[in-house]
């Protein structure tokens, strides 16, 4: 491989090493707060793997000022843009609807709007933890396409015309598949950790996020869908925080 092969878009490259996103490095560089081995870099320069990237601490500062939110989404809602008369989550993030309990010293202000976009999907019909973030590094890392943060939820579901003690009537080897061995789109599904919580519940572990993903896997094993909630991204939960309301990230919260 010679080294012009071995070069990378400088976007790209920050992008990668976790910097931030390919869209906030455009943004650096085109306010000349980047530098590679010393130079103040053009926008589209391609750089080696020995490259080396300075930020200026002005970049920083903006980053340290995005916020990442996180909502209890009900039903009804979309997860990003306004479509079908249905309004998007976004529209839940208000001073009023703030949870009491979000131990965040962050005021509130109309700027984190700005920019605030779902790092993941959660379907109309469905409710729980949704992630809204100005931080395109926390969006990659929960979205990008290598992405393997766990994802839990709680399925409320219902077999043919049983829908008490679900659990008794649902074959052993139905559950073996909705753990392993589904396809959807033509593509076979990452394992995924699925155990009864109660005789109607199931309790979904996945580490991907395919287009209304559960719902699809339960039909393909029988299954119906009567309620799905997202509990936990990661390390973060839903915990205590209530329908409708949101919180900021914790200064010390990782996914």
């Known amino acids: ?16 090493l976790g910097l931030c996103s390919r869209r906030e490095a455009d943004e650096w560089i085109a ?91 959660l379907d109309i019909d469905s409710t729980g933890l949704l992630v809204l973030t100005q931080d395109g590094r926390v969006a ?8 393997s943060i766990e994802k839990e939820y709680l399925v409320r579901v219902g077999f043919g015309t049983v829908a008490e003690n679900v659990q008794a009537a649902f074959p052993p080897g139905q559950l073996a598949r909705l ?11 990452k394992p995924a950790r699925v155990d009864w919580q109660n005789p109607e ?23 119906r869908v009567v309620g799905l909630k997202r509990v936990r991204i990661g390390r973060v939960t839903l915990g205590q925080l209530p329908l409708g309301q949101w919180r900021y990230l914790g200064p010390h919260e990782r996914f």
């Open 31 to 121: 306010r000349g707060w980047v530098k590679v081995d010393g130079q103040v870099a053009p926008m589209g320069l391609q750089v080696g793997p020995q490259a080396r990237i300075e930020v200026d601490p002005k970049a920083r500062g903006q980053q340290r000022e995005q916020v990442t939110i996180l909502l209890h989404k009900p039903v009804g809602y979309v997860s990003g843009q306004a479509e079908d008369g249905y309004e998007p989550a976004k529209v839940l993030v208000q001073p009023r609807t703030r949870w009491k309990g979000d131990l965040s010293p962050r005021r509130f202000a109309p700027s984190q709007l700005q920019s605030l976009v779902p790092a993941g999907r």
């Open 140 to 147: 990659r890392q929960l979205i990008a396409e290598d992405s």
């Open 201 to 223: 519940q199931l309790r979904f572990v996945l580490t991907e996020g395919k287009k209304r993903q559960i719902r699809r896997m339960c039909e393909a094993v029988g299954l």
């Open 179 to 189: 753990r392993h061995g589904l396809s959807l789109d033509g593509q076979p599904l």
């Open 1 to 16: 491989m010679n080294a012009e092969s071995s070069t990378t878009r400088l976007n790209k490259r920050m992008a990668d």
